[in-house]
C-alpha cells in the first residue's frame, strides 16, 4: 500500500490519521436518519449469512446483545461507503503497483456509547481479532455526531502498528480471552514511551486507522450528547484464513457468516470487493 498524499504519508508513519470535511452532509444524514430507525426496531441476534452483516453495538457496561442486519436493510450505509468512503480512501493510497488500492469489506459495525452510560472501550488492535495472513487492514470510523473528548473519543499510541500482534481481551474488563499466549497491550501505553492521540472530531471528519494500530475509546461522560460511530474495515491485501493452532475458537471466526475455512483464501459474498 501506498501513499499519495501527505495524510496517507501521517497514515504509514502514525498508524492512524483524520482527514477532514471529507464526508457527504447528504450521505451522513441519510446513514443516521436510518440508524435511529434501525436501533428502535431492529430484533435479530443472529448474523445474516453469505452477506456482508452489519453489526448495532450498544457499548453499555453488562450489555451482552449486539444485533445484526445486511446492507439491504440499511442501503444508506452502503451508498456512504461506496459513493464517499471508498473514493476518499483511494484518494490517498494506492496499491503497490500504482492501481488502485484493493478494499475488500471485512466487517461494519455502529458503536453507540449514549450519554452517562457509555462506557470505556479498552485498549485493542484490530487485527489481533481476525486469523488472517496476511493481516492487513485498514479501519475508517465516521461519527454521526461531533465527538468531544468526553462524549468517548478515539485515543491511539502513534507508531504502535509497527510492532507484532497483542493479545485479545474482552473490550469491557481488559480480560484477555483464553488460551491467549501473546503480550497484552500495556495499560498505559504512554508510560512507555508513546505518544498518544486523541481524536476529537467534527461530523463530517473520517478517522482512517491501520489494523495493528492501538486503540481505546473513553466513557461518554456528557449527560446529553450522543455518540455513535460507523466502522468499516476492509482487507486491502489477498489474505488466507490461517486460525493459530493454540487460538481457542479462531477456527470458527467466519463460521457464521460463511463456511470458509482454514487455510482457505479469505472470499466469498460476505466479504465483497468494494
Ligand atoms: O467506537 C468505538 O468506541 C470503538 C471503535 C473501534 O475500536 C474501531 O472502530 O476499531
Not at 92 to 99: E, K, L, M, S, V
Not at 172 to 178: H, I, K, Q, R, T
Not at 251 to 256: E, L, P
Amino acid at each position: 500500500m501506498l501513499a499519495t498524499s501527505k495524510l496517507g504519508q501521517e497514515y504509514l508513519d502514525d498508524g492512524v490519521t483524520l482527514i477532514e470535511n471529507c464526508i457527504n452532509s447528504t450521505l451522513i444524514g441519510q446513514t443516521s436518519t436510518k440508524y435511529d430507525y434501525l436501533d428502535r426496531t431492529l430484533t435479530c441476534q443472529e448474523t445474516p449469512r453469505d452477506k456482508p452483516r452489519i453489526a448495532f453495538w450498544l457499548h453499555v457496561k453488562g450489555n451482552k446483545v449486539t444485533r445484526f442486519c445486511g446492507y439491504d436493510e440499511y442501503p444508506e450505509a452502503w451508498d456512504l461507503m461506496i459513493q464517499n468512503v471508498v473514493p476518499v480512501i483511494r484518494e490517498h493510497f494506492t496499491n503497490d503497483d500504482g492501481t488502485p488500492l484493493r478494499l475488500q469489506l471485512l466487517e461494519t459495525i455502529v458503536f453507540n456509547k449514549p450519554p452517562e452510560v457509555g462506557a470505556l472501550l479498552q485498549w485493542h488492535q484490530d487485527a489481533s481479532y481476525y486469523p488472517l495472513k496476511p493481516n492487513n487492514q485498514v479501519a475508517v470510523w465516521i461519527p454521526f455526531e461531533a465527538v468531544t473528548k468526553d462524549s468517548g473519543a478515539l485515543v491511539y499510541a502513534k507508531k504502535t502498528h509497527k510492532g507484532e500482534l497483542r493479545a485479545t481481551v474482552d473490550l469491557y474488563s481488559n480480560e484477555a480471552f483464553s488460551n491467549e499466549s501473546r503480550a497484552l497491550i500495556p495499560v498505559d501505553p504512554e508510560s512507555e514511551g508513546y505518544e498518544l492521540r486523541l481524536m476529537e472530531m467534527n461530523q463530517h471528519d473520517m478517522i482512517l486507522h491501520d489494523g495493528y494500530v492501538w486503540h481505546y475509546s473513553g466513557p461518554n461522560v456528557t449527560l446529553d450528547k450522543q455518540r455513535r460511530g460507523l466502522s468499516l474495515r476492509f482487507v486491502v491485501e489477498e489474505a488466507v484464513f490461517a486460525p493459530r493452532p493454540d487460538g481457542l475458537n479462531e477456527a470458527q471466526a467466519f463460521d457464521a457468516q460463511s463456511n470458509i475455512k482454514p487455510g482457505d483464501i479469505f472470499q466469498g459474498s460476505a466479504f465483497p470487493m468494494v
